[in-house]
């Protein structure tokens, strides 16, 4: 039987298990969605419905990486 290799993503410089950046990605990959969701089914204008979703969008990644530093940084 062959060991498995370990899967590795690297995550704003940062070397992570796959599996777990892959578990913190699904957390926030609705995100975007569930707020253009919620502004259409408000009533919000197309320019607010889309500037709220490139704020989002620009927040997810930025959690994203946070959240895969801080991760990598515990398996250090």
């Not at 690297?10 to 599996?19: K, L, R, S, T, V």
């Not at 959690?63 to 895969?68: D, E, G, H, N, T």
């Amino acid at each position: 039987m062959k060991d498995e290799e370990a899967k590795t993503a690297f995550i704003a410089g940062y070397e992570m298990d796959a599996d777990i950046a892959n578990n913190i990605f699904l957390v926030v990959k609705n995100s975007v969605p569930r707020v253009v969701e919620e502004l259409v089914i408000a009533g919000k204008r197309d320019d607010e419905v889309k500037a709220a979703a490139i704020t989002t969008a620009e927040a997810v990644v930025e959690a994203f990486v946070f959240a895969c530093k801080a991760t990598a940084k515990v398996g250090e």
